[in-house]
């Protein structure tokens, strides 16, 4: 069992990181989950889903929701600096930022750790753990771009929400669960999401 850090943050693409919660519980991992303000809009905005402000009720929520594998869900305040992936000393083993905003992934960027999300990366970065942001804007400007590619530079991996239609996807789930499946890949969680490519 893993401890995966799961930051759902203001960009479109809500059902990846819902779908990407569902999936880690649904596989054994013990998943830390924290939400900025613009995801709590963004989740009813495009899900109908109405993300509790407090970290109780949030768990409370999502238990009734996801069901048995709630019991290894824990939900963390934003402003939470005595949350375990907050330090160094207990990061967990990766964690992935879905969706990601331009604003986040700039503060990210910029070292600035001033919630729970970006302090949470930072640490990552620093303690070499896999860090995975999903970032979505069309088109990217230039600073978003530069900011990509200073945070490959220091070991994170980019993976824009970007389905392939080889698979001849029949419905949005099959492209959520495209998306979700390459990111559980990178988090070394077994799935069988998508057949694998040459297989039967
Ligand atoms: C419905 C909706 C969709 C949005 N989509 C995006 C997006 O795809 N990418 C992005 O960078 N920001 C998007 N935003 C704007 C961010 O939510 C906004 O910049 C916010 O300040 C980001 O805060 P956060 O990074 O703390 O979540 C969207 C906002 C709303 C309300």
């Given at each position: 069992?893993?401890?995966?850090?799961?930051?759902?943050?203001?960009?479109?693409?809500?059902?990846?990181?819902?779908?990407?919660?569902?999936?880690?519980?649904?596989?054994?991992?013990?998943?830390?989950?924290?939400?900025?303000?613009?995801?709590?809009?963004?989740?009813?905005?495009?899900?109908?889903?109405?993300?509790?402000?407090?970290?109780?009720?949030?768990?409370?929520?999502?238990?009734?929701?996801?069901?048995?594998?709630?019991?290894?869900?824990?939900?963390?305040?934003?402003?939470?600096?005595?949350?375990?992936?907050?330090?160094?000393?207990?990061?967990?083993?990766?964690?992935?930022?879905?969706?990601?905003?331009?604003?986040?992934?700039?503060?990210?960027?910029?070292?600035?750790?001033?919630?729970?999300?970006?302090?949470?990366?930072?640490?990552?970065?620093?303690?070499?753990?896999?860090?995975?942001?999903?970032?979505?804007?069309?088109?990217?400007?230039?600073?978003?771009?530069?900011?990509?590619?200073?945070?490959?530079?220091?070991?994170?991996?980019?993976?824009?929400?970007?389905?392939?239609?080889?698979?001849?996807?029949?419905?949005?789930?099959?492209?959520?669960?495209?998306?979700?499946?390459?990111?559980?890949?990178?988090?070394?969680?077994?799935n069988t999401l998508l057949p694998?490519?040459?297989?039967?």
């Amino acid at each position: 069992m893993k401890t995966i850090t799961l930051a759902l943050t203001g960009a479109s693409g809500m059902p990846y990181g819902m779908r990407l919660l569902e999936c880690l519980l649904k596989s054994g991992q013990r998943v830390h989950l924290v939400y900025s303000q613009a995801a709590q809009i963004v989740a009813r905005q495009e899900m109908d889903i109405a993300l509790p402000s407090r970290p109780q009720d949030a768990e409370r929520m999502l238990g009734e929701r996801l069901g048995e594998f709630a019991g290894k869900l824990c939900v963390f305040g934003r402003d939470d600096w005595y949350a375990p992936m907050a330090s160094g000393s207990n990061p967990g083993d990766a964690m992935v930022i879905c969706p990601c905003t331009m604003g986040t992934l700039a503060k990210v960027a910029a070292g600035i750790s001033d919630d729970l999300i970006a302090r949470a990366a930072d640490v990552m970065i620093k303690e070499k753990r896999t860090l995975i942001l999903v970032p979505r804007e069309m088109p990217f400007s230039v600073i978003h771009l530069e900011n990509m590619l200073k945070l490959a530079q220091a070991g994170a991996v980019i993976m824009p929400p970007n389905p392939g239609f080889y698979y001849k996807p029949r419905n949005v789930e099959d492209m959520v669960d495209f998306v979700v499946a390459r990111i559980l890949d990178h988090l070394g969680v077994d799935n069988t999401l998508l057949p694998r490519w040459g297989e039967a």
